[in-house]
């Protein structure tokens, strides 16, 4: 099963560790540092956290079988960045996609492959090329920051993945991180 969008869920409370986490983000993003430094360094403080299995409720590791599912746990009320739970159920994925913003991942739990691409120009038009296939199993932690950040992402297991994601922006009132979304590469289509 793929999914083009993702199936965004609020959470009323957050577990004293997702709250840690949220307060060791908080420090980073007060740097003022560079988009690649605060994913960087978001992504050092989430390395910390994705053992804890107190990190998330039990509501926000459900999933839903029609697409992966997002659980908001924090948007900064200044909009400066947000924590966010995604849920796979096995083959679910996203289209290839960039961001709105410098983000920092890293799996809590199962196995997640990601597919890498650059855009290459090619006369009239352009194409994407993969630049690296990754896998990651639990934890796992990546950080990219725009531009050279194009990339798809899926649960490659067979049971539930459930990774964490640190956005340099409020996808609560964006409503996604996503920015563009690409056409997946003809050798590549299912």
């Known amino acids: 099963m ?19 986490l949220t307060a060791d983000i908080r420090a980073v993003v007060a740097r003022g540092l560079s988009p690649a430094r605060s994913a960087d360094l ?10 804890d299995p107190g990190l998330l409720t039990a509501e926000q590791c459900v999933g839903s079988p029609e697409r992966y599912t ?3 746990l924090h948007a900064e009320p200044d909009g400066s960045f947000s ?10 994925r996203t289209p290839v996609h960039d961001h709105v913003s410098w983000c920092a991942t890293g ?3 199962g196995t997640e492959s990601e597919h890498r691409y650059r855009l290459v120009p090619e006369g009239a038009g352009a ?7 990754v896998t990651n199993p639990v934890g796992s932690v990546c950080g990219f920051a725009p531009p050279g950040d ?41």
């Open 83 to 92: 924590v966010v739970a995604l849920v796979w159920l096995p083959g679910q």
């Open 70 to 72: 997002q659980h908001v």
């Open 150 to 190: 194009i990339h798809e992402v899926r649960n490659c297991g067979t049971g539930t993945a459930i990774s964490l994601h640190v956005y340099g922006a409020d996808v609560v009132r964006l409503g996604s991180s996503v920015r563009r979304v690409y056409e997946r590469p003809a050798d590549e289509r299912d």
């Open 107 to 109: 799996v809590h739990q």
């Open 2 to 20: 793929t999914a083009t969008t993702a199936h965004a869920t609020g959470s009323a409370r957050i577990t004293e560790t997702a709250a840690a």
């Open 127 to 133: 194409r994407l090329v993969v630049t690296e296939v």
């Open 42 to 51: 978001a992504g050092q403080a989430l390395r910390g956290y994705l053992a």
